[in-house]
C-alpha cells in the first residue's frame, strides 16, 4: 500500500434505495415479520424444553434449528430496520466483521444440522426398531456439538482471510448488511484467495450435505412406499415433504447466490436472496417444520390449558 491510502474505519450500507414511502411500508412488513419469527421460534423451543413429550432426536434437532433462525435473523435484521428509518446508514468495521463471521457462522451450522434431522428421519422411517438405539443421547449431542464448532471454525478461517486484506478505497457496500461477496469487492487487493475458499466452502457445506439429504430421502421414499398402512404412509409422506420443502428452498438459493457466476445475478437479486435467508427463512421454518405438527400443536395445548389452571383461583381452590 502507498503512503497516501489509509484505511477505511467505517462502511455506509446502501440498503434498497427506494423512495421514502416504500422503505416506510418495507420497515413496518419487515418488523412484523421480524417479531412473528422470534415469537414463533422462542415458543418452539420454549414448548420442546418444558414438554417431555417432545424430548426426542426429532425436536432436539428442531431446538437447534430454532435458535440459528433466531439468532441469524437478530444478526442482520435489527440493523436493515434501523437504516430504512435513518438517512446515517454507516457501520464500523468491527461491527461489519462480526455482522460476516456470525452470518457465515450461522448459515453453516443449519445447513449440518439439516442433514442430521434427514438423517434421523431416514433412521426413524427405514430403521424404526433400531431407532432409539442408533439415535441415543449421545448420537444427538455429537451431531449437533460438531455442527456448531466445526461451522464456526470454518467462518473464523473466512474472518482471518478478510481481515488480511487492505480496505482502503470506496466504502459503500451495496447490500442491506456485511455480506461476504460485497465485502470483498471493496478490498484493494486481489482476492482471489477468497474467492476461492467460498467456493470449496460451499461444495463441501452446500453441495456435499445437499446430495446426503437427497440420498436419506430417496431412501425415504422407497420405505414409505413399502408401507401398507394408509395412514401411516401419509403421515411419514406429510414430514418428509414439508422437511424437503424447507432444504429445496434453503440450498437452492444458497447454490444460486455462491454458486452461480456473478455476472447472471446481480447484485439486487442477491438482496433478495440474502433476504430470504435472513428473514423469511427464520418465518418459514417454524410455520413448515413444527406448527402444523400434530404433536406440536398438543404441547401447545397442554402449555396453555396448564396455565389458565394455574391462573384461575377457583381451580386451585378446588384443588386444595
Known sequence: MGSNQSWVTEFVLLGFQLSAEMEAFLFWTFCLSYIFSLLANGMIFGLICLDRRLHTPMYFFLSHLAIIDMSYASNNVPKMLANLVNQKRTISFVPCIMQTFLYLGFAATECLILVAMSYDRFVAICHPLQYTVIMNRRVCMVLVVTSWVFSFLL???????????????????????????????????????????IFGTCVF?????????????????????????????RKAFSTCSSHLCVVGLFFGSAIVMYMAPNSRHPEEQQKILSLFYSLFNPLLNPLIYSLRNAEVKGALRRALHKQRHIGDPTCTRHKI
Open 155 to 197: 467462518s473464523l478461517v473466512h474472518l482471518s482471510l478478510i481481515l488480511r486484506l487492505p480496505f482502503c478505497g470506496p466504502h459503500e457496500i451495496n447490500h442491506f448488511f456485511c455480506e461476504i461477496l460485497s465485502v470483498l469487492k471493496l478490498a484493494c487487493a486481489d482476492t482471489w484467495l477468497n474467492q476461492m475458499v
Open 205 to 233: 457445506i452446500l453441495l456435499g450435505p445437499l446430495c446426503l439429504v437427497l440420498v436419506s430421502y430417496l431412501r425415504i421414499l422407497f420405505a414409505i412406499l413399502r408401507i401398507q398402512s394408509g395412514e401411516g404412509r
